[in-house]
């Protein structure tokens, strides 16, 4: 997985829109957000501070609360690490218009990494305890929480 802003700033006007530009920056921190969003449908946009952004994907159902709980994740392209604090509204015509609230943020510690499985440990709010990533075909994981 090579880190990248590239597609990110592809699909938005930093005129219009108050997204962070942003670049890729190591801050030696492991944080995570969960980001409620409501653009043409709801959804909740998970995202792992790793390699200087933030790995992203889109969960439609939201992240599980409940071991065992299977959810789809469908990887989006790396987000800027300044992301982790964006809360407002994208301008209707703009992608991912609608509002955008932070629903969970904390720490996370990386049990392991491989390319197709990640397992972590979340300390946040609302989501706390072990969680696996794993990838099943293409873009499409599942979160779940073990």
């Given at each position: 997985m090579r880190p990248g802003l590239k597609k990110y700033q592809e699909k938005r006007k930093f005129s219009v829109t108050s997204e962070p530009k942003g670049k890729i920056e190591k801050t030696g921190q492991s944080r995570f957000v969960v980001q409620e969003h409501h653009?043409?449908?709801l959804h909740y946009d998970f995202r792992l501070e790793m390699d200087g952004v933030l790995k992203?994907?889109?969960v439609p159902k939201g992240p599980p609360e409940v071991a065992g709980v299977?959810?789809?994740a469908?990887?989006?392209e790396d987000h800027p690490v300044g992301y982790i604090d964006f809360e407002g509204e994208i301008p209707e015509g703009q992608y991912g218009a609608g509002i955008v609230?932070?629903?969970d943020k904390g720490k996370f510690i990386?049990?392991?990494r491989e390319p197709k499985v990640m397992k972590f440990e979340l300390l946040?709010?609302?989501l706390?305890?072990?969680y696996a990533l794993v990838n099943f075909r293409g873009k499409n994981w599942l979160l779940y929480k073990l």
């Open positions: 653009a043409s449908h992203s994907w889109a299977k959810r789809l469908v990887a989006v609230k932070i629903w990386l049990k392991s946040g709010k609302r706390k305890g072990d």
